[in-house]
């Protein structure tokens, strides 16, 4: 049963820094490509970041220079270092594993930056 649980998320100020965590259980995580997605109320999910298996990332025009994705494969853990946060930041964050055909999110969790 694969299961991806994201945590970290919760309520800062503006120009604060949070970092989500995506732990992975039943994948062999090391293969598959992760990502950040998130989702505003009343607007589409959106591309956050995403992390190769070897290491390549890529990033959405709107947080390139503030956030930072990353993966630990020993602890099947990828993270979302967040920086210099913005209201319009916030939103459910989630965290996605994709190989090939094969695709799976995790619950998400709320981030909300006041102003």
């Known amino acids: 049963q694969v299961q991806l649980v994201e945590s970290g998320g919760g309520l800062v100020q503006t120009g604060g820094s949070l970092r989500l965590s995506c732990a992975a259980s039943?994948?062999?995580?090391?293969?598959?490509?992760m990502g950040w997605y998130r989702q505003a109320p009343g607007h589409q999910r959106e591309l956050v970041a995403t992390?190769?298996?070897?290491?390549?990332?890529n990033y959405a025009d709107s947080v390139k220079g503030r956030f930072t994705i990353s993966r630990d494969n020993a602890k099947n853990t990828a993270y979302l270092q967040m920086n210099s946060l913005k209201p319009e930041d916030t939103a459910v964050y989630y965290c996605?594993?994709?190989?090939?055909?094969?695709?799976?999110w995790g619950q998400g969790t709320q981030v909300t930056v006041s102003s």
């Open positions: 996605n594993a994709r190989l090939v055909t094969e695709d799976y």
């Open positions: 039943g994948i062999i995580f090391r293969l598959y490509a």
């Open positions: 992390i190769t298996s070897g290491g390549n990332t």
